[in-house]
């Protein structure tokens, strides 16, 4: 399973309407440490997806989004549940640093 991809048109309905906890990996194609945390989100996508769905968004395609959620450093993540930002992760980390911040959402 792999992280999808959301835009501003799908983000009310997919995060911010979402019953599960969810992660939105904001990113931009031209980013080395977003396409490295990549295949690592994708990994906890797959063994999380019961508990955590995680979308990204392309802070270039979605500005607007980018603007809102205040993101002023790429990768950055944010956990939504029931529409509210309830943790903010800064900078590709690790796989079990990614886990560690991640806890109280995946276990």
């Not at 911010?16 to 989100?41: H, M, Q, T, Y």
């Not at 993101?71 to 079990?96: D, L, W």
Request: hydrophobic content about 45%; overall charge negative; proline content about 6%.
């Amino acid at each position: 399973m792999t992280a999808r991809a959301v835009t501003e048109a799908t983000f009310e309905q997919e995060v911010l309407k979402n019953d599960k906890a969810v992660l939105v990996d904001f990113w931009a194609e031209w980013c080395g440490p977003c396409r490295a945390v990549s295949p690592i989100l994708d990994q906890i996508a797959t063994e999380h997806s019961e508990k955590l769905d995680i979308v990204k968004l392309n802070v270039d395609e979605n500005p607007g989004l980018a603007m809102k959620y205040q993101i002023t450093a790429i990768p950055a993540f944010k956990v939504f549940q029931a529409g509210e930002v309830v943790k903010t992760v800064i900078g590709a980390k690790p796989k079990p640093a990614l886990e560690a911040d991640l806890a109280a959402y995946i276990s």
